[in-house]
């Protein structure tokens, strides 16, 4: 059957600036973090191009107005807007986002805004030690109220921190570890940090905007038991726990758990916390959660003397490669022999999205929006030039249906968002592993070899899932 969506549920799509707008030294942009991963560290791509959206803002936005877009995810580069440590606003990087909002506007799209997708200006890298000296919550919050005073009378939706929690558990991957001589432990003080970052967003999101509603976007990845023994089950609980819980219940409640207030103490973990911070916390109330949800995973118990493994993702797309977490005590994770996986080993499990939204609404009663999911793939043009890709489709069509389901289930769900309209950089694995529904052509390697995006033309080519999704937005849901 066809589940419905209530009028007014939001179609769109979703990106990050480090990902797709390249530029990243136009009109007074200084280097974020990421920017520089691209250029020393396998696996990252080079993001000086990306899917050049900077000087396609306006092509981008008509394509998305074609395809019946009312809801568009991005996010704002903080060395765009902020480049220096005088914290003198950037003129010019406001007037690409006013630009790239009134275009949305002017198509009757709503802009959803994140503000900070792993793009930290270097110069607040170095001036704050990465996130761990507490001067970064100043520097945060000034850029917050500079964004809420430039955008927030256009704006309604906002976003915090994307995926804090993955950041958390892998970012020092991303280079979210940056002066940590003691990482177990510190981690600690950079989320609180990071928490601190956020509620102070979330209060002045509601001071400066009218109407204005900011969440946070857990990276969510439910964790199924391997099998009914019980300890499988406090396995699962516990991969739960620390790869997604503790932040959901910081977020929803404003408090830390009791659960992880006892697993401070009993590792001699001081997270940094100040007189005040936690009547701050408590005073800043989301108003929805954005969730990010891709796949699930499945859990079971490691034992004390089980050999500890770290996470190591699979950054080549040659299945096979990726290898799951041992924590010893804690839990492991291990294979799914109920689904399927993709070439970078990421299960293929529509049936996680219903059952996050799930478990999200029964625990937190909050409304939802569907910030990214998606399908990344190896993709290239054919010899006519275009670009078929069924199993986008097939992955779009079952992920919406339990969304619907969801919905049906009694789920407050407001809009769907998957990653990514055009295609864009992977976090890891460039413009290898493509999500758009609309081709770049451009490859890894013409992007780091290019001077610059006018040598590559940086075409848009629809791909069949575009004009399938169109349908199905036109719709409202039904395929
Ligand atoms: C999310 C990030 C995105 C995006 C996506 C896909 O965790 O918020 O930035 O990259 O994952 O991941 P990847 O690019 O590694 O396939």
New binding site residues.
């Given amino acids: 059957h066809d589940p419905k969506f209530p009028e007014g549920f939001f179609w769109g799509a979703s990106s990050?600036a480090w990902?797709v707008e390249g530029a990243t030294e136009a009109d007074g942009r200084t280097p974020a973090i990421i920017d520089l991963n691209s250029k020393t560290k396998k696996p990252f791509a080079d993001n000086s191009i990306a899917a050049d959206h900077y000087h396609h803002y306006k092509e981008d936005v008509a394509l998305m107005a074609e395809c019946g877009f009312t809801s568009y995810r991005f996010s704002l580069a903080w060395p765009r807007i902020i480049p220096n440590s005088d914290r003198k606003v950037n003129q010019a990087g406001i007037d690409f986002y006013n630009n790239l909002i009134n275009e949305l506007l002017k198509h009757n799209i709503t802009p959803i805004v994140t503000l900070y997708?792993?793009d930290m200006p270097v110069w607040v890298e170095e001036k704050c030690n990465g996130w761990l000296d507490r001067s970064i919550v100043d520097e945060f919050e000034y850029y917050a109220k500079v964004c809420f005073e430039n955008f927030g009378d256009r704006v309604k939706y906002w976003l915090a921190i994307?995926?804090q929690n993955?950041q958390i558990c892998y970012g020092h991957w991303l280079g979210v570890s940056k002066g940590c001589t003691d990482w177990f432990r510190q981690k600690w003080v950079i989320n609180h940090n990071m928490n601190m970052c956020s509620a102070k967003a979330v209060i002045a999101c509601h001071e400066m905007v009218e109407g204005g509603k900011i969440g946070p976007v857990p990276?969510m990845v439910p964790i199924y038991p391997e099998t009914c023994k019980p300890m499988d089950q406090i396995g699962a609980m516990n991969a739960e726990e620390f790869t997604e819980k503790i932040w959901n219940d910081t977020n929803a409640y404003g408090k830390y758990s009791n659960f992880l207030k006892n697993y401070w103490k009993n590792n001699d973990i001081d997270p940094g916390i100040q007189p005040g911070d936690e009547e701050l916390m408590l005073a800043a109330k989301i108003d929805y959660i954005g969730v990010?949800c891709?796949r699930s995973n499945t859990g079971k118990d490691a034992p004390l003397d089980a050999e500890e493994q770290e996470y190591l993702l699979n950054k080549d797309g040659v299945k096979g490669n990726l290898k799951f977490p041992v924590v010893p005590g804690q839990y492991a994770l291990t294979n799914n022999p109920y689904v399927e996986t993709n070439d970078?080993d990421w299960e293929i499990d529509p049936v996680s999205l219903r059952y996050t939204l799930r478990y999200l609404w029964d625990h937190y009663q909050l409304p939802m929006m569907i910030m990214?999911n998606?399908f990344?793939m190896h993709e290239a043009k054919d010899e006519n030039g275009e670009v078929h890709d069924p199993e986008r489709i097939e992955f779009l069509r079952e992920n919406i249906y339990q969304v619907g389901l969801a919905i049906e289930d009694g789920v407050e769900v407001i809009g769907y968002n998957p990653?990514s309209f055009t295609d864009l950089?992977?976090?890891?694995?460039g413009m290898a592993?493509r999500?758009g529904l609309v081709f770049i052509d451009a490859t890894d390697e013409e992007l780091a070899n290019a001077k610059d995006a006018s040598e590559l033309g940086m075409k848009r080519i629809r791909k069949d899932s575009f004009y399938w999704y169109s349908k199905l937005i036109k719709s409202n849901g039904k395929d």
Avoid: I, P, V
């Fill in positions: 990050a990902q997708h792993y994307n995926e993955m990276g990010n891709y970078w990214e998606g990344g990653w950089l992977s976090t890891g694995n592993k999500y």
